[in-house]
């Protein structure tokens, strides 16, 4: 696991916006007619850039609330479904497992909403190393960012506070479930018949598990395990 961590966990302010503060505003509002109302995601999300995080051929789609193709087969999740998975996580102090980096999108808002500390575990060395390199060049060397079956956290990895799965479960493992603290909460989505929706699972001090929310969500699959193909 790579641990450069900067004094800074919040990352930097944005130097500047590329494509202006008239297109971030639209985004913004754009994603408040849509539902997002968590006024703290919605501030992350102005101020950490999307197309930053976004492969070159599709930076100019970067700001609509749209899933993009990322390498390995993979996607960059459409940004209201990230925010509504955020707002469920309430991150700020906590010690937060991400499961599947991705773009590392998802990575530096959650460190820009205020997590004490966030490990992000990705299948594919691919997106871990391109996520890493992002972050880094964004100012946010805060995540740890490792290659690992983040279904199955490696035992060193310790309890997490909150747990973010950015994909969709058939159902949740055990084993991530052990890796919740007490009081903690875990975020994600599960299959269901009419299709994905997201999930949010808190454990009370005293051991039992409580589903706290159950919406649509539109979101792709995850795939527990390391990838064959890297």
């Known amino acids: 696991m ?4 900067e004094p800074d966990a919040s ?25 997002v109302r968590d006024a703290a995601v919605l501030g992350a999300m102005e101020r950490v850039p999307r197309e930053a995080f976004a492969p070159l051929a599709f930076r100019d789609l970067a700001r609509r609330d749209i899933a ?13 479904v990230i925010a509504t998975m955020l707002a469920a996580l309430n991150v700020p102090g906590a010690r937060v497992l991400e499961v599947g980096t991705g773009s590392g999108y998802a990575t530096a808002l959650l460190l820009r909403l205020g997590a004490a500390e966030v490990v992000s575990l990705e299948r594919y060395a691919t997106l871990a190393r391109n996520a890493r390199s992002r972050l880094d060049a964004l100012g946010f060397g805060a995540a740890m960012v490792g290659l690992a079956d983040g279904c199955a956290p490696p035992e060193e990895a310790g309890g997490f506070d909150r747990i973010l799965v950015n994909g969709t479960l058939r159902d949740l493992p055990q084993a991530l479930l052990d890796r919740l603290n007490p009081g903690g909460r875990l975020v994600g989505a599960l299959g269901m018949p009419a299709g994905p929706r997201l999930v949010a699972i ?24 390391l990838a064959a193909v890297l």
């Open 11 to 35: 990352g930097p302010e944005p130097a500047g916006e590329p494509s202006g503060a008239v297109e971030t505003a639209a985004f913004v509002l754009g994603l408040r007619a849509r539902g």
């Open 68 to 80: 993009l193709p990322l390498p390995c087969g993979q996607t960059m999740t459409a940004p209201s």
């Open 2 to 5: 790579n641990d450069e961590s």
């Open 202 to 225: 808190a454990q009370e001090s005293d051991g039992p598990w409580r589903q706290v929310r159950e919406t649509p969500l539109r979101i792709g699959p995850m795939t527990p395990g």
